[in-house]
T-cell receptor
């Protein structure tokens, strides 16, 4: 079955640490990839997306993600996190052109001031 | 441009009752998707409506149903509520044409007691 896996359920980092959140999907065809963020008490917002082209995607707030097709991965990175990055992060994938979007279970990120 | 609006924001119901949740998509968007978010299962896709027709459906029992009106507003109904239906129900709208991102509402927090 098609699925999206986020291996880190809960991550705790200190400010200025580097961040990498993993996302893998199970599908061999064309995909479209998203990272969403949900800050405490707020609604889901799009961080970045990949449809085609350069596999290194820049998003808002200094986040970036790299699509590695051979590894079925779309990991989210940020070189230096801030306390305000405390939130839950969701990887999402559309695995067929008109198919539904499938979300990972989310990674809860807690940044220590 | 107004965002996705979900009403009500909070709801408390007792087991066995039914509930109707409402979602108004972004103006011009024709696709509305519904998700259930729980700490244990994460974000799970319920169904998607496009131009008043259900286009996709997740793996939820028949107690969960929805509909979409000609103005693209959508309602979701859950009958014979169970304690396990307690969750944040999110609505997302998109243009629905090909590959597009989804814009989420703030959700309706349903508590079943």
């Amino acid at each position: 079955a098609q699925s999206v896996s986020q291996h880190n359920h809960h991550v705790i980092l200190s400010e200025a640490a580097s961040l990498e959140l993993g996302c893998n999907y199970s599908y061999g065809g064309t995909v479209n990839l998203f990272w969403y963020v949900q800050y405490p008490g707020q609604h889901l917002q799009l961080l970045l997306k990949y449809f085609s082209g350069d596999p290194l995607v820049k998003g808002i707030k200094g986040f970036e993600a790299e699509f590695i097709k051979s590894k079925f991965s779309f990991n989210l990175r940020k070189p230096s996190v801030q306390w305000s990055d405390t939130a839950e992060y969701f990887c999402a994938v559309i695995m067929n052109r008109d198919d539904k979007i499938i979300f990972g279970k989310g990674t809860r990120l807690h940044i220590l001031p | 441009k107004a965002g996705v609006t979900q009403t009500p924001r909070y709801l408390i119901k007792t087991r066995g009752q039914q509930v109707t949740l409402s979602c108004s998509p972004i103006s011009g968007h024709r696709s509305v998707s519904w998700y259930q978010q729980t700490p244990g299962q994460g974000l799970q896709f319920l169904f998607e409506y496009f131009s008043e027709t259900q286009r996709n459906k997740g793996n939820f029992p028949g107690r969960f149903s929805g509909r979409q009106f000609s103005n693209s507003r959508s309602e979701m109904n859950v009958s014979t509520l169970e304690l396990g239906d307690s969750a944040l129900y999110l609505c997302a709208s998109s243009s629905g044409e090909g590959l597009t991102e989804a814009f989420f509402g703030q959700g309706t927090r349903l508590t079943v007691v």
